[in-house]
């Protein structure tokens, strides 16, 4: 009877196998590993699955879990369509001269 | 039929659905729970999570992609299609691909075929619909509302359980309280005040269901003894920009905000954890199983429905779905509840203990099957398994706290797998707190810094904006 696979990351469809043949090729970063197995850049952002990966690393490498730092969180934590994003005002960056008049 | 239901056309079908409910759910409520597929494997997913995070629902409506259809509302001659439909090769290419392991060691990756251009031209037109990440959207684009600045705030608290609550009620001067709940009270509430209502006799033999209604009331009592507290619901935070910058999204409704001092309590996320068969469509956390019950109102009377887990969500969940007409069967994973378990035998709920859950298999498109194994070996000899078949499944862990957005701000995280993953550092205080290198004063409570419901109502906050 054939076991149904392990999912680490649900959204870029990354099974627990997968990240521990890549850890055994050598990718043995939190970061590298997500570069390369495609971990936590899904529409999550990772929020499903950077603990679970991190933690299965942890284990991979004999380290304890405390040591484990994550991946960098950029915002925004959820995909947004252009549409959305060009209905934000742009602040004008603090200390900045203000933009010269077109003439 | 009622005057008031809505129809709307799933690939080709005629649906009919109650009004006022989400597309995913009235889907469910058809039969129809394979939402997507996933993108690599071409496993078939369905509602998940119920509140936007993953990918379980994303399917194509009125000729947009990537819609969450968690969290739309059915409306009449809605048009609903799923990504990957009519590519029925799609999943076979798919697992080629992923079969053909030498080649392609890490499977099929739907993000190669970006470079060189005739490539990513080739991939728009004919591989990114095969491969079900959607095509473009077709049609006029829908109207998106300019996004709103709130400007500034002295005090912002974000989540408004039990414990964004009690923040907020105990911060000196006014507070802006943000919830992506419609009603303060946290995603507990609606369950807790269902059960309440409907069974209060069932709420009384669960003492820790029962006195988590209780610390809900208390904290809700609290809310109403401060005049200068302001409540949004339906906004969730979506990401904070240094030094103290908070964006917002309610729908296609953006919202910034700026604060002088931020709480962070936003509940936590469901857990369903690493076993074979985890992304099983039909398989639920009990956060949302008391958003699809509460707010959904899914028609779930007669249901088997499999818990499996410990602790207050355990035994809440298995009240609600008392309550909703269920048949709820329970797997014991932790011999701790005492007065619980003898509750549930009094109720007749069918239990079982000593077991590990050792894998999920769907059977059919509305049944799957969970295989458990002795808990002292849980080694794969299948000796001595017990199979059990059912609707649905709901793993009931310690839940994940909420922790990228004060990450975004500069709080800086580490591992703690036994308070439920990444929290800020020094974490297993009751609350944290700290001042951020911009200014901002934040801190961070509740089930957001791995605390379960009513751990930390001895401490008051005591930062002072600087």
């Known amino acids: ?103 | 039929m009622n005057q008031d239901n809505v129809k709307i056309h799933f690939e080709g079908k005629a649906l009919t659905c109650r009004p006022g409910i989400s597309l995913a759910v009235a889907l469910f409520e058809h039969g129809i729970r394979t939402l997507s597929h996933s993108p690599k494997f071409g496993h078939p997913r369905g509602l998940t999570c119920a509140r936007g995070h993953c990918t379980g629902c994303l399917m194509r409506v009125d000729g947009e992609p990537n819609v969450r259809s968690c969290e739309l509302q059915v409306h009449d001659g809605m048009r609903v299609q799923r990504q990957d439909t009519g590519a029925s090769y799609g999943p076979v290419l798919q697992k080629t691909m992923s079969k053909g392991h030498r080649l392609f060691p890490v499977g099929f990756y739907y993000k190669w075929f970006t470079r060189p251009p005739f490539v990513s031209r080739m991939f728009l037109r004919g591989i990114r619909p095969l491969t079900g990440v959607g095509r473009l959207p077709t049609g006029a684009p829908k109207p998106i509302p300019a996004a709103e600045s709130w400007g500034m705030f002295e005090t912002v608290v974000v989540g408004a359980g039990p414990s964004g609550i009690q923040a907020a009620a105990t911060t000196d001067g006014p507070v802006l309280l943000i919830d992506e709940n419609p009603a303060p009270g946290g995603q507990r509430a609606p369950a807790l005040q269902k059960i309440a209502s409907e069974n209060a006799s069932l709420l009384d033999s669960f003492p820790s269901v029962s006195s988590a209604y209780k610390h809900l009331q208390e904290s809700l009592d609290g809310l109403q003894t401060k005049e200068d507290i302001t409540f949004h619901g339906g906004r969730r935070v979506i990401a904070g920009y240094q030094p103290d910058g908070l964006l917002l999204r309610s729908g296609n409704q953006l919202t910034t905000l700026h604060c002088r001092k931020l709480v962070w309590a936003a509940g936590a996320m469901d857990t369903l954890g690493l076993f074979p068969g985890n992304d099983t469509p039909g398989l639920w956390g009990p956060r949302a199983l008391y958003r699809i019950l509460t707010r959904d109102g899914l028609d779930i009377a007669g249901a088997h429905v499999l818990i499996i887990g410990s602790g207050l969500d355990f035994w809440l969940s298995a009240c609600l779905l008392a309550v909703c007409g269920a048949r709820p069967s329970l797997i014991l994973t932790d011999n701790q509840d005492g007065d619980e378990v003898a509750a549930a035998v009094e109720h007749k709920w069918p239990l079982h203990t000593g077991l590990a859950l050792d894998q999920i298999k769907q059977t059919s498109e509305t049944r799957l099957i969970a295989t458990f194994v002795p808990r002292q070996t849980q080694t794969r000899t299948r000796s001595s398994h017990l199979d059990l078949e059912a609707d649905l499944a709901l793993i009931c862990k310690r839940g994940k706290p909420v922790y990228d957005i004060p990450h975004q701000l500069g709080r800086e995280l580490a591992l703690y797998p036994e308070l439920g993953g990444f929290l800020p550092t020094g974490a297993g205080d009751t609350a944290l707190r700290g001042i951020l290198p911009g200014g901002l004063a934040l801190e961070i409570l509740g089930e957001a810094s791995g605390q379960l419901p009513g751990h930390n109502s001895s401490t008051r906050p005591e930062v002072t904006a600087p």
Do not use: H, N, W
């Not at chain 1, 952002?45 to 679970?52: A, H, M, N, R």
């Not at chain 1, 925004?76 to 934000?88: K, R, W």
């Open chain 1, 1 to 103: 009877m054939s076991r149904p696979k392990t999912f680490l990351c649900r959204c870029e469809d990354v099974t627990l196998r997968e990240f521990r043949e890549a850890f055994r090729e050598g990718f043995t970063e939190l970061e590298s590993l997500k570069r390369y197995t495609g971990v936590g850049t899904g529409f999550c952002q990772g929020k499903g699955c950077l603990s679970e990966a991190a933690r299965e690393l942890a284990a991979l490498r004999g380290i304890p879990t405390s040591d484990q730092k994550p991946t960098t969180i950029r915002p925004p934590s959820e995909p947004l369509t252009f549409g959305q994003l060009a209905s934000l005002e742009i602040p004008e960056p603090s200390g900045s001269p203000t933009p010269k008049e077109e003439t």
